[in-house]
């Protein structure tokens, strides 16, 4: 038998600006950045993120299972920590652990969301930028612009030269995406597609990160607080990401000698083989549960700031399993 597990892609497009820290600085750059791929140095939000994120929203739609199965595993205080029920959709999709109670995993794996298409002003309006190396990833071939040049979608109307923020560049050959790729992704962000050269996509997109300064107001006089001026990353508005999630076969499991979300007993013994455990509507179950959580993301939002307009990300194609 060939076990094939259940992969979902998901494109998200950010509604405000996105920012998920690392709780350092960039020396006379920001006092909070934001996570980023050590390799290519491009902004990402990392999976714990989302698993986090989706997983608390889960539960708030659980009869019975918010807070205790929103949070942490281990009881402390009066919060009773996870159920670890073999039932529970939120224990069984995200993991439970309660120390010498027992653990388990969870059957849906989060990838990071990485970056895909990024905004940028131009003379020509807003356009959005990516590369081969991204496309690539997204099995999507395009040739990279020669030295100096970048090639733009349809959409973009400009003759000679495109200015990307403050860079200069000369138009190569014209590029097309087919909108099948990218299901969810809004046609006209298609449309206003800008391909660079891998080498000059991380400088773009971070030299046009959203910095925003906050400051902390004494309430006594009303003014800035001194000392409190701070400023902060984000990833722009009309930002373009994509993750993955991966979700196992509960009959691949036992938690307490039960099948997860079903009521088929299981052992740990050689001899009971996985055709006795199924077949089963586990995975689809897992599934709906992780899109419960990803749907409140459009309007509760991920990352921090959340209360100075930061942080909503809406996850396309969620009725439809998100596209491959």
């Known amino acids: 038998m060939t076990y094939q597990p259940d992969v979902t892609k998901y494109f998200a497009l950010a509604l405000d600006p996105i920012h998920v820290g690392t709780g350092d600085m960039h020396l006379g750059r920001v006092d ?30 659980e009869e019975g299972k918010f807070p205790r199965c929103a949070g942490q595993g281990q009881a402390k205080g009066n919060y009773e920590g ?17 120390g010498e109670g027992g ?25 959005w930028v990516t ?7 997204l099995k999507v071939d395009e040739n990279e612009p020669a030295d100096g040049q970048v090639r733009v979608a349809s959409g973009v109307k400009q003759s000679g030269r495109l200015n990307l923020g403050w860079l ?35 400088h773009i997109v971070n030299d046009n ?40 076969d509960p009959k691949f499991y036992c938690i307490s000698g ?26 689809k179950q897992v599934k709906e549960t992780v899109e419960s959580g990803l749907r409140l993301f459009k309007t509760l939002g991920i990352g921090g700031m959340n209360t100075r307009g930061m942080g909503r990300l809406c996850v396309q194609k969620l009725n439809a399993g998100g596209g491959q």
């Open 209 to 248: 990160l959203e910095v925003r300064t906050s400051v902390s107001i004494d309430p006594q006089t009303g003014a800035a607080a001194d000392g409190a001026l701070f400023t902060y990353e984000a990833l722009p508005r009309g930002s373009v990401l994509v993750f993955e999630v991966v979700i196992s």
């Open 32 to 61: 909070m950045s934001i996570v980023r791929e050590p390799g290519t140095n491009l902004p990402k939000i990392p999976g714990t993120s989302l698993a986090g994120a989706c997983r608390t929203y889960a539960a708030m739609q």
């Open 82 to 98: 996870h159920c670890g029920n073999y039932n529970c959709p939120i224990c069984v999709t995200f993991g439970f652990s309660k």
């Open 168 to 202: 200069m560049l000369g138009l190569g050959n014209a590029l097309s995406l087919d909108n099948d790729k990218f299901p969810g992704v809004p046609p006209e962000i298609l449309n206003r597609a800008v391909l660079v050269s891998d080498k000059m996509f991380s």
């Open 258 to 283: 039960k099948v997860p979300l079903s009521d088929k007993n299981c052992t740990q013994s050689s001899n009971q083989s996985i055709e006795e455990r199924g077949p089963s509507n586990g995975k």
């Open 131 to 137: 590369c081969p190396s991204v496309l690539r990833d």
């Open 103 to 127: 653990s388990f995993q969870g059957l849906a794996q989060f990838s990071d969301a990485r970056l895909v298409f990024f905004p940028v002003h131009s003379l020509a309006g807003p356009v």
